[in-house]
């Protein structure tokens, strides 16, 4: 499990940028109506819109907007039923790429996912042709300061977590890995023990990387944010080796 906490400190700094973009609120609005559709408008009752709520507040999402979005998807104030949808493909370099969306049209949102992956210089393949060489894995992060070495370990491995990542320095985040079934009894364990959580969230992570650099890694990067740009699409995952300095340089 060792070595998670790169792609966990990585999407969070991207998440910030997504944020400044005005991404996030969208993105998050949509994933509390599909959760309130599927489940009902409960959080206490529905697992998965509770994740969802919290993953809005996380980015700082007024509550207002969250209470809406949670009506409109309960059908207290209109609006259609979404599906969750899958693409997968490679990008440049032979990267391999996983967008999951949201949509209420499959129509409408894969012809669109295909045209951002041919502009960009990478092909959507099938359904599985790049899901198998990645790991599901429940993610949360605690910024350094903001707990202890003995009480996050403590409270994450007792609680059935599989690893805990140190910080790599001060501006970094422990990182507790669990299996997605143990996700919501760890997080639940450092809510209690008054731990503060920054984000949390059951991601993809790759088996293997592809490292890219330079140019390479800004046309990886294009086609990844061209893809998070649609709408209907939530989260884009790769197996992208690329540096924090190309990282930087891209969103410059």
Same mark, same amino acid.
Not at 117 to 124: D, E, H, L, R, T
Not at 131 to 152: H, M, W
Not at 220 to 235: R, S
């Given at each position: 499990m060792a070595g998670h906490s790169k792609w966990a400190n990585i999407r969070h700094k991207k998440a910030a940028v997504d944020k400044k973009r005005g991404r996030m609120w969208s993105k998050c609005s949509r994933a509390i109506m599909a959760a309130a559709r599927e489940g009902g408008g409960d959080p206490a009752s529905n697992l998965a819109l509770r994740y969802a709520i919290d993953e809005a507040r996380y980015a700082n999402m007024p509550k207002d907007t969250i209470e809406r979005a949670v009506k409109?998807?309960? /059908?207290?104030?209109?609006?259609? !039923?979404?599906?969750?949808?899958?693409?997968?493909?490679?990008?440049?370099? /032979?990267?391999?790429?996983?967008?999951?969306?949201?949509?209420?049209?499959?129509?409408?949102?894969?012809?669109?996912? !295909?045209?951002?992956?041919?502009?960009?210089? /990478?092909?959507?393949?099938?359904? /599985?042709?790049?899901?198998?060489?990645?790991?599901?894995?429940?993610?949360?992060?605690?910024?350094?300061? !903001?707990?202890?070495?003995?009480?996050?370990?403590?409270?994450?491995?007792?609680?059935?977590?599989?690893?805990?990542e140190a910080p790599e320095d001060d501006d970094g985040f422990w990182v507790v890995s669990t299996e997605p079934t143990q996700f919501h009894a760890v997080r639940e364990a450092l809510e209690n023990a008054k731990i503060e959580i920054s984000?949390?969230?059951?991601?993809?992570?790759?088996?293997?990387?592809?490292?890219?650099?330079?140019?390479?890694? !800004?046309?990886?990067?294009?086609?990844?944010?061209?893809?998070?740009?649609?709408?209907?699409?939530?989260?884009?995952?790769?197996?992208?080796?690329?540096?924090?300095?190309?990282?930087?340089?891209?969103?410059?």
């Open positions: 409109k998807g309960a /059908g207290e104030l209109g609006g259609g !039923k979404m599906e969750s949808v899958r693409y997968e493909g490679y990008g440049p370099n /032979g990267v391999a790429i996983i967008a999951d969306a949201l949509t209420d049209n499959r129509n409408r949102t894969a012809p669109e996912v !295909k045209m951002v992956f041919s502009k960009y210089n /990478g092909n959507m393949g099938a359904s /599985g042709s790049v899901a198998y060489s990645f790991d599901t894995v429940g993610q949360i992060l605690v910024e350094a300061g !903001k707990t202890t070495e003995d009480v996050v370990i403590n409270a994450a491995i007792d609680a059935g977590a599989t690893d805990v984000s949390a969230e059951i991601a993809l992570i790759p088996q293997n990387t592809v490292a890219v650099a330079g140019d390479d890694a !800004k046309k990886v990067l294009t086609l990844i944010d061209a893809l998070e740009e649609l709408e209907d699409v939530q989260k884009v995952y790769s197996n992208a080796d690329i540096s924090e300095e190309d990282y930087a340089a891209f969103d410059s």
